[in-house]
């Protein structure tokens, strides 16, 4: 929901350091001045320098941190927010940063991950686009020039060859701009949801996406009920964090349910929530019924990080090889389809 301009590093270490310089006895605006000294990114050099006038105007860290929602979350804000209020600013903010530095390298785990895909299929398509725009068209007139029949691959060849030739550059246009417009329609608010309803049921992706989001979720309620924020409150709070719709709609239920008293495991029970499996129930139930929910939350959290570590190697797994044969596919059905004619070609002038 919110788009931050900032890296979830560069939180991580905003929160590590400030809470190391107040640890120390600096104060907190002159802490947050160093910290703006010292960023290198001139985004978040702004966002502190906006951050640093409004403490010196007698604001809290928290009030002045809400004015940057994009680069710093309701969730993040919260957490300062509770901690302010309590008096544990510099325990919870290094906590925090623990947290956002797991966060940072599961994120970057699943990408390296993702990564030899996603070049795969770049450099196919770009390949592809070239293939098709400034060489196919080429072999019409040579095949024209061939008195032999033609096999019907090459005889589709030599159709996409002169659909290419005549609007390559118009097909190529229209996909990139159908692209981009689907794009905007999923992101509407109305679609989004149907969307992210559809790909959670996905088999792999959905498990994925759903892992993610439950990670998400637990580690965000613990990090919160740990400051001291009530489940309401953190609740409420994840409704506005998460970015899958499905997920905010879940959090948005279960904090109406806790605030007329409801236990949290007998919500999540209920039929509603069928993207929550069992497992999450009964740990929610124990952390309940032993005082201890947000180490419920937490053990919640690095189970579903582990999950979407596997999820994301599979799928890897499965993809690579399915991509390479597909490609090898291509390559072997473009071969045939200019090799056979020239050699029946050649057969016939022989004889």
């Known amino acids: 929901m919110f788009s931050s301009h900032i890296r979830l590093s560069d939180r991580a270490v905003f929160a590590k350091h400030l809470a190391m310089m107040l640890k120390s006895g600096i104060s907190l605006l002159e802490a947050l001045r160093v910290l703006e000294m010292e960023t290198k990114l001139p985004v978040f050099r702004r966002v502190l320098q906006s951050i640093c006038a409004d403490v010196e105007n007698g604001k809290k860290l928290a009030e002045a941190l809400r004015v940057h929602l994009k680069d710093f979350d309701p969730f993040f804000v919260s957490v300062v927010e509770v901690s302010e209020e309590s008096g544990t600013l510099s325990e919870n903010l290094e906590f925090l940063a623990k947290q ?3 966060e940072d390298a599961l994120h970057k785990k699943i990408q390296g ?4 895909p996603a070049l795969i299929l770049g450099v196919a398509a770009i390949m592809g686009s070239f293939i098709s725009i400034f060489i196919l068209p080429k072999l019409i007139d040579l095949f024209d020039s061939l008195d032999v029949a033609l096999p019907w691959s090459t005889r589709a060849l030599l159709w996409f060859a002169a659909l290419m030739k005549a609007h390559g550059f118009l097909i190529i246009v ?14 509407t608010r109305w679609v989004e949801a149907k969307w992210h309803a559809v790909l959670l049921s996905l088999p792999i992706i959905g498990t994925f996406l759903s892992a993610v989001s439950l990670g998400r979720l637990f580690r965000g309620l613990g990090i919160m009920m740990r400051s001291g924020l009530p489940l309401v409150h953190a609740l409420g709070v994840e409704e506005e964090s998460l970015t899958n719709r499905v997920f905010q709609r879940y959090a948005r239920e279960l904090k109406e349910g806790v605030s007329t008293g409801t236990e949290l495991s007998t919500l999540l029970e209920r039929s509603g929530f069928r ?4 497992l999450a129930t009964k740990m929610v139930a124990v952390g309940e019924r032993t005082g201890k929910l947000d180490e419920s939350f937490f053990f919640l959290s690095r189970f579903f990080d582990e999950e979407v570590d596997t999820v994301a190697k599979r799928f890897s797994t499965l993809l690579e090889p399915a991509l390479l044969f597909a490609i090898a596919g291509i390559v072997l059905f473009i071969a045939l389809s200019i090799i056979t004619p020239i050699y029946s070609l050649t057969g016939s002038l022989q004889r």
Request: charged letters at 10%; proline letters at 8%; a positive charge.
């Open 100 to 102: 956002l530095s797991k």
């Open 275 to 278: 993207h929550v499996p069992p």
């Open 113 to 116: 991950i993702l990564l030899y």
């Open 174 to 187: 229209s996909l990139v701009v159908c692209g981009m417009l689907f794009r905007f329609i999923v992101h």
